[in-house]
């Protein structure tokens, strides 16, 4: 396993429309491998593959990513015990994912992206979708979805055709989002 760069923008390659993948090999698994480890360490709760480099249709998800072991924790740090139960991890790969019958509903979502750091904004989507996709053995599953998992997945799609966040707002907003990015890493 191994800690991937995330390209950023306004790296050209983050515009790329990604192909699917027809081959469901090793090179694959260890692709995917590297996309959570990539995904864990930003940290973050979603990775396209494009966003370190790799055209393939190809997704990660986990939006409980804070856990360090599933056990509960004993600590008795003010003389009392107690037991913590962290979130457990609950990782997902999307592979040549399709969206279905998108909801007529709406949701605003306060979004932010690996590849456009320390910028947020409020996107609508779609509340819910059904969502098919295969695993890594070349399986197909379908799914309903809502919540924060629609809105990412929904996110993490618009990664494979080359579409970020920051595309969904208007010019005016999009382009102060990318000054204030470039004024931030002056100053970093
Ligand atoms: O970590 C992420 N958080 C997030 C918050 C709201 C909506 C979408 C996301 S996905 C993002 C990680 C990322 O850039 N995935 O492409
Ligand atoms: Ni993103």
Redesign the pocket.
Known sequence: MAIREIIEVPDPRLKQVSVPVETFDDELKTLVDDMFETMYDAP?????AI?VGVPLRVLVIDLQPDDEDAEPVACDHDGHHHHHQPTKKEPRVFINPEILDPSEEHTL?Q?????VPEIYAEVERPSRIRARWQDLAGNTHEEDMDGLMA??LQ??MD?LEGVLFIDHLSRLKRNMALKKLEKLRKVA
């Open positions: 973050g709760i979603g990775l396209a966003q979502y979004e932010g992206c690996l590849s809105t990412c996110h993490e990664h």
